[in-house]
T-cell receptor, first 115, second 112 residues
């Protein structure tokens, strides 16, 4: 079991460009969560997805950010027209079921730097 | 509410001493409380968890206690070692199970 896989590990974008972050959940996991971590801060929930469905996007900024988890392939977090304030580590986690009683495991994260 | 509060924000102990980190939560429906350890530049790693049907769980030098009535839970690390130095996050499932809400983290430093 390869664990939660995220790529790229590091991503540099110029202001105004688009950033695409990918997350493949653990085998057998169909629930994906995206978190953002600013330098020396905590983990802030962004969005929760199941295959082909966004379940909870209460933590997503209203503009420029979107997420998807297609039937085939990884989950994608997309940031359009990036700004310097988007620089952060973006972590993906997965769990095997929707429950308030289940473990969640994190990927290595993508460190986005906007220059 | 879906808040998880964590204290202290920083904790410095001498090697061999014990460390205690405390968290409170507000969502009464929460019933699973994991603790994650994050080393600098790395992913959060699950180190121990507790479910609401037990009051205490121990794994070698790490233990977690839960008081569901008071809505607080704590992490206890005994015989601390330098490799225990990291940021520790508590968490609780909130929002009907839609999200793990994290505490603000505790920077633990174990000094020689």
């Amino acid at each position: 079991n390869a664990g939660v896989m995220q790529n790229p590990r590091h991503l540099v974008r110029r202001r105004g460009q688009e950033a695409r972050l990918r997350c493949s959940p653990m085998k057998g996991h169909s629930h994906v969560y995206w978190y953002r971590q600013l330098p020396e801060e905590g983990l802030k929930f962004m969005v929760y997805l199941q295959k082909e469905n966004i379940i909870d996007e209460s933590g997503m900024p209203k503009e420029r950010f979107s997420a998807e988890f297609p039937k085939e392939g990884p989950s994608i977090l997309r940031i359009q027209q990036v700004v310097r304030g988007d620089s952060a580590a973006y972590f993906c986690a997965s769990s095997p079921k929707s429950s308030m009683n289940t473990e969640a495991f994190f990927g290595q994260g993508t460190r986005l730097t906007v220059v | 509410g879906e808040n998880v509060e964590q204290h202290p924000s920083t904790l410095s102990v001498q090697e061999g001493d014990s460390a205690v980190i405390k968290c409170t939560y507000s969502d009464s429906a929460s019933n699973y409380f994991p603790w994650y350890k994050q080393e600098l530049g790395k992913r959060p790693q699950l180190i121990i968890d507790i479910r609401s049907n037990v009051g205490e769980k121990k794994d070698q030098r790490i233990a977690v206690t839960l008081n569901k009535t008071a809505k607080h839970f704590s992490l206890h690390i005994t015989e601390t070692q330098p490799e225990d130095s990291a940021v520790y996050f508590c968490a609780a499932w909130t929002g009907g199970g839609n999200k793990l809400t994290f505490g603000t983290g505790t920077q633990l430093k174990v000094e020689l």
